[in-house]
């Protein structure tokens, strides 16, 4: 017979494996959630805030949390409206949006007006800012666009789509500081806008990669639909050394101090190296995040000076 011991013993082994598998299926969805509602994406740009925080010499205000609200409601908003045209490209997140279509509408729409109330805080030039995404989003996403043919939004012009992008979120991570903090705006936060939005211009193109097939069937010209894979790698080291060369002449003009100049450059680096799997890592997608996290390892060498 069974001791009272072992019988102990195998129950508590039972209980174990119980709960690591409750906690395996608790951080699968977690996992889920942050990815696919878009909520990693509104950490990343409050990261981005404060680094530009640091790089300005502002203060602390609410501008990274507004920045963070923005992004988690433009781009819920975004997934919710294109989860029937992403249903080939990306099925699983389609999946999940569909699954919490109502939930992540409400969230956004929340997250968006309680970003523009905080925003009301900084001035009128801060509530300026906080709209921008929105009305980017809708220029972008929406069909308005008069002329004759297929094109019916900016999503489907060829750059532009992915520079209106890359130019909203620049001017709202660098200029939504400056406005909460009152501060004049100076050629160091030109060059640190320009820096944001060649890196943004990758983070949008490297996505289209996987989009490809999809994008060509619904008439979206982007990098790879236009050059192909290999000549969209090629296009975006130029945007990334271009951006370097951006960051060492700010160092060079005094704009920038050595320690200032390595941050970016070791962001760009990074970059760079995620741009070089392009075609050449099978999963495009963690691709797509690598790149989105490209500025949290400059997070990492600011994080002591604002600490």
């Not at 409400?106 to 001035?123: K, R």
């Not at 406005?179 to 996505?207: Q, R, W």
């Amino acid at each position: 017979m069974e001791s009272n011991s072992q019988k102990s013993m195998n129950d508590t082994t039972v209980a174990g494996r119980s709960v690591r598998a409750r906690l395996y299926r608790f951080g699968g969805r977690l996992k889920r959630a942050l990815l696919f509602s878009s909520a990693y994406l509104a950490v990343i740009a409050v990261a981005e805030v404060l680094i530009v925080t640091e790089l300005l010499s502002l203060p602390l205000t609410p501008a990274p949390v507004v920045a963070g609200l923005l992004t988690f409601a433009v781009y819920g908003s975004d997934r919710v409206a294109d989860v029937d045209a992403d249903e080939t490209t990306r099925p699983v997140r389609t999946a999940f949006v569909k699954r919490y279509h109502e939930l992540l509408y409400s969230l956004s729409a929340l997250a968006y007006g309680l970003a523009v109330a905080l925003a009301v805080l900084g001035g009128p030039i801060a509530f300026a800012l906080a709209l921008v995404p929105g009305a980017a989003w809708v220029c972008y996403a929406k069909d308005w666009l008069p002329f004759a043919g297929g094109i019916k939004r900016l999503k489907q012009v060829f750059i532009l789509n992915s520079v209106l992008v890359a130019g909203a979120w620049a001017l709202v991570v660098v200029f939504l500081p400056l406005a909460f903090a009152d501060a004049s705006v100076t050629p160091t936060a030109g060059v640190v806008c320009l820096i944001f939005f060649l890196a943004t211009f990758v983070d949008v193109e490297i996505p289209n990669v996987r989009d490809r097939a999809g994008d060509q069937e619904i008439d979206i010209r982007t990098l790879p639909v236009v050059f192909g894979v290999r000549g969209t790698r090629y296009a975006l080291y130029g945007v990334t050394t271009l951006a370097a060369a951006v960051a060492v002449t700010a160092y060079v003009d005094e704009l920038f101090t050595w320690p200032e100049t390595m941050w970016p450059l070791v962001s760009l680096l990074y970059l760079t190296g995620v741009v070089a799997g392009i075609g050449r890592v099978d999963n495009s997608g963690r691709l797509t995040i690598a790149a989105e996290c490209s500025r949290l390892p400059m997070l990492v060498l600011v994080l002591p000076r604002l600490l």
